[in-house]
């Protein structure tokens, strides 16, 4: 597989989840540059930043995570590197006075896809509108 084709911006879970917040009335900015880490969704309103993650990439330890079996060393320097890099992005975030919100693709891939995505997006929305105490959630 080229990884050069893999994208970082504009993925379909990404697509999928804002989507479903646009219908829901949430107005939003997409990959805003200004803010570390070029969140997915940024809601100034509520000042808050979501990322939807790839359980890939991140390494997320569900099932869609597999260690690949070649250069086993690189990719375990790698997504060390992503990880560190996420904890650092989400904890500049938050001293900045901004929420944060972590959707993982995990949580609206399957059988029942628009289900889950409408159950993530109205999470979100209470997290938004009913949690405002609450800096950091993950769905």
Not at 34 to 61: E, Q, S, T
Not at 92 to 110: F, M
């Amino acid at each position: 597989m080229d990884m050069s084709l893999i994208k970082s911006s504009e993925t379909k879970p990404e697509r999928q989840i804002r989507a479903e917040l646009f219908r829901m009335g949430f107005r939003f900015r997409k990959n805003d540059r200004r803010l570390l880490g070029k969140p997915d969704i940024v809601l100034p309103h509520y000042h808050a930043v979501v990322f939807v993650n790839g359980c890939f990439w991140h390494a997320h330890g569900c099932s869609r995570f597999k260690m690949p079996k070649t250069n086993p060393e690189f990719w375990k320097e790698k997504f060390e590197r992503n990880k560190a890099r996420d904890r650092e992005q989400v904890e500049k975030l938050l001293k900045e006075g901004w929420r944060v919100g972590l959707v993982w693709e995990c949580s609206i891939l399957g059988k029942r896809r628009s289900v889950k995505i409408t159950d993530v997006a109205s999470r979100i929305c209470y997290w938004l509108e009913e949690e405002p105490h609450e800096r950091f959630r993950e769905f």
